[in-house]
């Protein structure tokens, strides 16, 4: 079945690189997304990655995707105190309508 | 620009209660979402509009039933309250479906008794 995973926690030392992997199964995806949740609110949307990338980066945050693994992770440089939330990865599966399934998310604590 | 707009944030009801939860965008959105989050168990699809007019089933609709009331609303309601509806839920909308980004609202946290 479809299905994302995420290891559920994180922890690392303020400056040090943050890496938040993510794999999933089948998929004819399209795009595949990392959002962030502070607490209390919403999730926001990070970055995304076309299937047909195999690495994008933008500032601090770099995704990686290997489609053979069917293996995402996001690297976070120089991790701060305010980069601490959960992470949560998500697929579109099969290009049914916006059918995105996320992972149960990963918590990101930074610690001086 | 206020994007997604949820009301209320929190609300508690007994067993068998009903309500309605709201949701609005002001981003001319076509697409909007009802999705739960549980604890260790990510966000899960229970209703979705692809466009005005029309709403589909998604992964955990029972118990639930929608409303496009019109481009911009999209009401979730519960007709009978259950104890396993205790979670926080979320709004949520697209510029387009398949694979536009999704826009989140903040929440509202649901406690059924």
């Known amino acids: 079945g479809e299905d994302v995973e995420q290891s559920l926690f994180l922890s690392v030392r303020e400056g040090d690189s943050s890496v938040i992997n993510c794999t999933y199964t089948d998929s004819s995806s399209t795009y595949l997304y990392w959002y962030k949740q502070e607490p209390g609110a919403g999730l926001q949307l990070l970055t995304y990655i076309f299937s047909n990338m195999d690495m994008k980066q933008d500032q601090r945050l770099t995704v990686l995707l290997n489609k053979k693994d069917k293996h995402l992770s996001l690297r976070i440089a120089d991790t701060q105190t305010g980069d601490s939330a959960i992470y949560f990865c998500a697929v579109n599966f099969s290009g049914g309508y916006n059918k995105l399934i996320f992972g149960a998310g990963t918590r990101l604590a930074v610690h001086p | 620009n206020a994007g997604v707009t949820q009301t209320p944030k929190f609300q508690v009801l007994k067993t068998g209660q009903s309500m309605t939860l709201q949701c609005a965008q002001d981003m001319n959105h076509n697409s909007m979402y009802w999705y739960r989050q549980d604890p260790g168990m990510g966000l899960r699809l229970i209703y979705y509009?692809?466009?005005?007019?029309?709403?589909d089933k998604g992964e955990v609709p029972n118990g639930y039933n929608v409303s496009r009331l019109n481009k911009r609303e999209f009401s979730l309601r519960l007709e009978s309250a259950a104890p396993s509806q205790t979670s926080v839920y979320f709004c949520?909308?697209?510029?387009?479906?398949?694979?536009?980004?999704?826009?989140f609202g903040n929440g509202t946290r649901l406690t059924v008794t």
């Open positions: 509009s692809a466009s005005e007019g029309t709403t």
């Open positions: 949520a909308s697209s510029e387009y479906g398949g694979n536009s980004p999704l826009h």
